[in-house]
């Protein structure tokens, strides 16, 4: 049974950074995808970042790129996302994603929330 436990949210100023981490379990971690996603109040969950099994490519959504960096540690089965330059748009509760392959990300983590206030 594949577990994704995520860490790591608080409360943070703007401008602030904060790391998420994302342990892994049930499975062979270095064999998948990892990804992070936020849903906001009111809002449908959006894809936030992901990494390849390897950890050799990474994908940004447009608000990412620039402040957010994914990145993992298969010894370790745990998954990161730094973020930096918080915005208050970036409040949201953060869930960490696998998936089998080249499919829907069909593993989620229970979430940890971020607040960013101005």
């Known amino acids: 049974q594949v577990q994704l436990v995520e860490s790591g949210g608080g409360l943070v100023q703007a401008g602030g950074s904060l790391r998420l981490s994302c342990v892994a379990s049930?499975?062979?971690?270095?064999?998948?995808?990892m990804g992070w996603f936020r849903q906001a109040p009111g809002e449908e969950r959006e894809f936030v970042a992901s990494i390849t099994s390897t950890g050799g490519n990474t994908y940004y959504a447009d608000s990412a790129k620039g402040r957010f960096t994914i990145s993992r540690n298969n010894a370790e089965n745990t998954v990161y996302l730094q973020m930096s330059s918080l915005k208050p748009e970036d409040t949201a509760v953060y869930y960490c994603a696998s998936r089998d392959g080249p499919t829907a990300w069909n593993y989620w983590g229970q979430g940890t929330q971020v607040t960013v206030s101005s």
């Open positions: 049930g499975r062979t971690f270095s064999k998948y995808p």
